[in-house]
């Protein structure tokens, strides 16, 4: 099992962080953050899979029309604005500076991820509906939609293990201040669904907009913007991958396609998933 570089790698930060040096003042930092992260996370998480399962005609926003159509607006933006802004060389200096002191690098990955799920709290929990619902599913509908948004969800949960489950998570940062070690950043990911497409996480996500068993236009606005985001944003992301990786990430590319899974294995990416 240790084998796979995927888990071993997240049993050797485990293991670090379960067994700290002595720091009670590090150490008090490292689990004040990794509570923060990982409780927002996981807000934000269970209030986006209940907010597009109603197809967003259910939440706490209340601006009036039609100055609620902006407000949704700006809400759909700062996302993946932000995100984009916040994975660039400029971004990450700005996440490392965010914690005062000598940790700040260290807890980049925690940080940002903190970040991110407040975004996406913001984002379901501030939403003004519209009011309107074209189409509610019922009978066997509902249940075969129940069962692709759950699908979803569980493709995406496995293409973020396959990516790094600590980087993903945000606990990379934490538990290695836990821990008192660098940070180690998992390899390109070759591994799982990324041996089928280059960018599952994108597509897992994607999919999770289009699968609800609720139709509003609000939910239609949120399903066609993040999907061009999900199309278009991780071309920046490979040019990152193209920059740090060179001829490995060529060939990678060569072999694997962008959007549409490869159903069958190639003879030079033969890594179980």
């Known amino acids: 099992m240790l084998t796979d570089p995927r888990i071993k790698r997240l049993f050797n930060l485990i293991k670090a962080a379960a067994n700290p040096p002595v720091g009670a003042a590090r150490i008090s930092l490292a689990l004040g953050l990794g509570f923060v992260c990982h409780a927002t996370f996981a807000i934000a998480i269970l209030g986006m899979i209940i907010a597009m399962f109603f197809g967003l005609s ?43 002191g000598a940790h700040g690098a260290t ?32 009978g066997v509908a509902f ?3 129940t069962t692709a948004y759950t699908a979803s969800w569980l493709l995406l949960t496995k293409a ?6 600590e980087v993903q998570s945000g606990a990379l940062g934490w538990m290695s201040l836990m821990g008192r070690i660098s940070p180690i950043f998992p390899n390109m990911p070759t591994q799982g669904l990324f041996r089928l497409i280059r960018q599952p996480i994108y597509l897992a996500f994607a999919m999770t907009l289009w699968t609800v068993p ?35 990430f060529s060939e990678y590319s060569e072999n694997v396609p962008y959007v549409v899974p490869c159903l069958y294995a190639r003879k030079d990416n033969q890594k179980k998933l």
């Not at 902006?70 to 993946?80: G, H, M």
């Open 160 to 165: 973020s293990f396959d990516a790094g489950a």
């Open 143 to 145: 249940w075969g939609l």
């Open 58 to 100: 259910e939440s706490f926003g209340t601006v009036p029309s039609p100055w609620f159509i902006l407000a949704n607006l700006v809400l759909i933006l700062q996302f993946p604005v932000a995100h984009s802004v916040l994975l660039t060389k400029r971004g990450g200096r700005f996440l490392s500076r965010l914690i005062p």
């Open 214 to 248: 609720v139709w509003t236009p609000d939910q239609l606005v949120l399903a066609m913007s993040y999907t061009a985001y999900c199309l278009l944003a991780p071309r920046l992301k490979e040019r990152r991958f193209a920059a740090r990786y060179g001829n490995e």
């Open 107 to 138: 807890l980049a990955t925690t940080t940002y991820a903190i970040i991110a799920s407040v975004q996406l709290l913001a984002l379901f929990a501030l939403w003004t509906p519209s009011g309107i619902i074209w189409w509610r599913a019922e």
